[in-house]
């Protein structure tokens, strides 16, 4: 994990998560966040990753065999997965999402943060991008409050409520008005001007551009159904 504003979300939601912790993708690759400090003294806290190195508590790639992974982890379920900025580096992103579910206990919480629009990033590869739907068909158990969700762009603290607008960075004077920035459609609508000499159409000829932008999303297991404590004797 590499983007601060992903330590920033889970600092602010940090109430919603339990122990054991399970970090997926958990190599420190230099610019790693470090949720260990911040949760390892709360309970059990595992690292896993593809390959071993600091960070990596245990090699594991959590698109095998189910039964492999359960005794490579020991038989344990999570309180809290944190799975960050991994899904777009996994070949079978649905497998993993089936698996990652699998190991969270009964109202266990899933922490995911997805590229919606970011440049080819090879971990070893780059897959896929993601929107708010597409996350929620991954976890089709897992009940997603939106309330919960961001969009963040590269720019440190700039998390925005989940819309069709996600990342979206609009050349309309008329679009910034209605969202309540008026100087920013001020500016738009000067560069939507500017376009039109010729210089500017290489950014502004075109009616929006998306910025650098990850989805944060915080997915529950359900609790099952509780039995009624008693039943009542059937009528004559």
């Known amino acids: 994990m590499g983007d601060v504003n992903q330590l920033h979300y889970i600092q602010r939601y940090a109430t919603l998560f339990a122990g054991p912790y399970l970090e997926v993708g ?9 949720l260990r400090s911040l949760f390892g003294s709360g309970g059990v806290y595992v690292g896993v990753d593809l390959r071993e190195g600091a960070g990596a508590d245990v090699v594991l ?8 992974i359960q005794e490579k982890l020991g038989g344990l379920r999570f309180g809290t997965i944190f799975c960050l900025s991994v899904l777009e580096h996994c070949e079978q992103p649905f497998r993993m999402a089936e698996n990652l ?9 899933l922490c995911v943060s ?6 080819f990033h ?3 590869n780059d897959y896929w ?6 996350v929620k068909k991954l976890f089709p158990i897992l009940e997603f409050d939106l309330r919960a969700a961001v969009a963040a762009t590269s720019q440190e603290g700039d998390c925005r409520p989940l819309g ?3 990342g979206k960075i609009a050349f309309s004077s008329k679009y910034h008005r209605k969202t309540g920035h008026p100087l920013r459609g001020i500016s738009a609508g000067f560069l939507k001007a500017l376009a039109r000499f010729g210089v500017w159409r290489w950014l502004c000829g075109y009616r929006y551009v998306l910025a650098p932008t ?4 915080v997915g529950t297991l359900p609790l099952p159904d509780r039995a009624p404590m008693h039943q009542e004797e059937p009528p004559p």
């Open 61 to 68: 790639d959590l698109v095998g065999d189910f039964q492999t």
């Open 101 to 109: 579910t699998r190991l969270l206990k009964p109202g266990g919480v």
């Open 164 to 166: 069709e607008d996600v």
């Open 114 to 119: 997805v590229p919606f629009a970011w440049k």
């Open 214 to 217: 990850n989805i944060f999303m």
């Open 26 to 34: 958990s190599l420190d690759y230099g610019s790693t966040q470090d």
């Open 129 to 134: 991008r993601f929107t708010q739907e597409g």
């Open 122 to 124: 090879g971990y070893p």
